[in-house]
């Protein structure tokens, strides 16, 4: 499930009456996986917001409400709107090496609650907010090329101080070894060339060549590769080979 596919969602009260139309969804920050703890929704020109405990049931594009609390909602300071403040949103390590935008947010439902899993910085996040998913995964088979599916873990980014600050992933370059390669991976394309140069320079050897062996493009490995010094690529060279040999 999909922030984007919850936007403008019709809610319902118990009555089967239209309340409103979901503006966007309420966390607090600092949490793990957070839960939603409330709809935000437009009446009358109004912003109300609708405790979580009153839904019974969602879908794609429907609310439906075992009863109804209509609140005027009001800011406090721990309070993130998921829209607002996280879409669109550009993702930055704690050194301020630029990362990825924020095209779409996974969500997951779990006893009852549902909880942030992960944000999407791939191409179908981008295509899903623009109802092209079909399209574009049409025009990809005719193709023979895949649509990017690419998300990092809720848990491993830092939420906002102010809403005007980047959120920032939970990793500087002295940690990233400790990522799974293939979440490294997904970190290195969304950086542009100066930026990959520098972050596999402080990578290791072996964590260089194995998440260098996660990246989709065979040009981009290249292009990784000619751009650090000669020692450096020639031991992530040999690394992969060796790992090839492994597996």
Known sequence: MYLSELLNADIYSENRELIGKVSDLLIKSNRPAPQILALIANKDKVQFSIPWECVTSVEKRVFRLGYTILRPYR???????????????QIVDRQGMKVVRVNDLVL???NGQLLVWAVDVGAQGIARRLF????????????GRTLGARQIPWEM???LGQRTD????KVTVAHLKELHPADLADIVEGLDRAERTVLFTALDDETAA????EVDEPE????ILSNLETE???????????QGKAG
């Open 220 to 223: 981009m490995q290249a292009e």
């Open 75 to 89: 800011e406090e300071e721990n309070h993130i709107l998921l829209a607002r403040d996280v879409l669109d949103k």
């Open 108 to 110: 997951t439902q779990n």
């Open 132 to 143: 092209l998913s079909r399209l574009l995964e049409g025009l990809s088979r005719m193709m």
């Open 232 to 242: 450096k690529a020639s031991d992530i060279h040999l690394g992969r080979h060796d």
């Open 210 to 213: 194995e998440t260098i062996m």
């Open 157 to 159: 980014v830092e939420t």
């Open 166 to 169: 980047p959120m920032k992933l």
